[in-house]
């Protein structure tokens, strides 16, 4: 069933439902809310998702979000992909600005992967964790984006 609600999830009816004024103005900012008030909240295929909380670079103030992610060792493993729109998303932008960040209330340091090769493996895993990564980086690339990973290393 997982596997179904995946390839759902990864249509391009979906796909232009994430890109959509709605689902950015409400989407976005409505599930870490939900996901910290009921601490349950997931998406739809039940893909391990937590919040980001990372310090706005423009005004000091705490920015929560949600994030899939996986794990790589004791390391947690998060893409910035913003479902392939241009720009990478904010709490990215305010990971790399201030790398101290909490992923599930836990302290954690923000390393993005610049390393080829290390890209290529975090790339075949993620895509292994979720294929609609690939049509993420397929959308960024339109716009000349390359879709980060960030590694999120325990204190």
């Not at 904010?90 to 600005?97: F, G, H, I, Q, R």
């Not at 964790?129 to 980086?137: K, N, S």
Request: hydrophobic share 45%.
């Amino acid at each position: 069933m997982r596997r179904i609600i995946d390839r759902l999830i990864a249509t391009r009816a979906m796909l232009w439902f994430e890109h959509s004024a709605l689902w950015r103005i409400l989407g976005w900012r409505l599930v870490p809310l939900l996901m910290r008030l009921t601490g349950r909240l997931a998406t739809a295929s039940g893909l391990p998702t937590g919040v980001i909380e990372t310090t706005d670079a423009r005004n000091g103030h705490p920015h929560r979000r949600c994030a899939l992610y996986f794990h790589d060792g004791d390391r947690v493993i998060v893409v910035p992909s913003k479902a392939g729109l241009p720009g990478g998303p904010y709490w990215y932008l305010n990971a790399l600005a201030h790398p101290d960040v909490r992923f599930g209330g836990v302290p954690f340091r923000a390393e993005q992967v610049d390393d080829a090769d290390e890209l290529a493996r975090l790339w075949a895993l993620a895509d292994g964790f979720y294929p609609g990564y690939a049509l993420y980086r397929a959308y960024a690339a339109r716009d000349d984006r390359t879709v980060p990973v960030l590694r999120l290393v325990p204190h």
